[in-house]
């Protein structure tokens, strides 16, 4: 099962997609036009319906060959739940050391979100080799080089919040790791279809 490290160097577009509200029977359907279109990071928020049981079915049919996991991943007993479905991403939204530790722990890729360098240096210390820069939108570009020209060049920042097709390539080119994308790519009831034509547009964007 790939991890970012191993899918980046792979050529593999440095896009996670973010599910917020899929319910289980859109879920397979979902990763697949992904999938297809070349993103193969996937998260579902914890605060979706029925999440877990998304996140076993898109596991059970592209763990092998996708990075799948959760997002809003708020506690240790969360990361375990997560961890029991063979999935392998932890997103958060904050810094929470014991979490951090539990995912790292667990062998599981965790990237937990952070605003200062202050929490950036302690999602480090717990253990983070990811960061997710949130909300990026509201904190603009010279944010995140200022973040990146203190910390060690060995972490990937991701820029996630407000990003789409017109300024993913902006924020690759001040630093960034990667962007996860969420509303603009998926929002509950979008046809598989037309997120597909979505997620295509995003990855040449990139290319």
């Not at 896009?15 to 979902?30: K, N, S, T, Y």
């Not at 996708?66 to 029991?84: F, H, M, P, R």
């Not at 810094?95 to 062998?107: E, H, L, M, Y």
Request: contains cysteine; negative net charge; proline residues 8%.
């Amino acid at each position: 099962m790939p991890m970012i490290d191993e899918l980046l160097a792979a050529g593999t577009p440095p896009i996670v997609a973010i599910l917020r509200g899929i319910q289980p029977d859109e879920a397979v359907p979902v990763a697949a036009s992904l999938i297809d279109a070349g993103i193969r990071m996937i998260e579902v928020p914890l605060n979706s319906p029925e999440p877990l049981k998304s996140i076993a079915a898109m596991q059970a049919g592209f763990g092998e060959t996708a990075l799948i996991g959760a997002g809003t991943v708020l506690t240790v007993d969360a990361v375990n739940a997560v961890a029991e479905t063979g999935a392998r991403l932890i997103v958060a939204p904050n810094v929470d050391p014991p979490v951090i530790a539990r995912a790292v722990k667990s062998g599981l890729e965790v990237m937990p979100g952070c605003m200062t360098p202050t929490e950036a240096f302690a999602a480090l210390s717990a253990g983070a080799k990811q960061l997710k820069l949130f909300p990026a939108a509201a904190l603009g570009t010279g944010h995140l080089k200022a973040m990146c020209e203190v910390l060690p060049k060995s972490v990937g920042i991701w820029a996630v919040g407000g990003v789409d097709e017109t300024n993913a390539s902006a924020w690759l080119g001040a630093g960034a790791a990667g962007v996860a994308a969420g509303g603009s790519l998926y929002r509950p009831g979008r046809p598989a279809e037309e997120i597909g034509r979505i997620a295509r547009r995003l990855v040449t964007a990139l290319s």
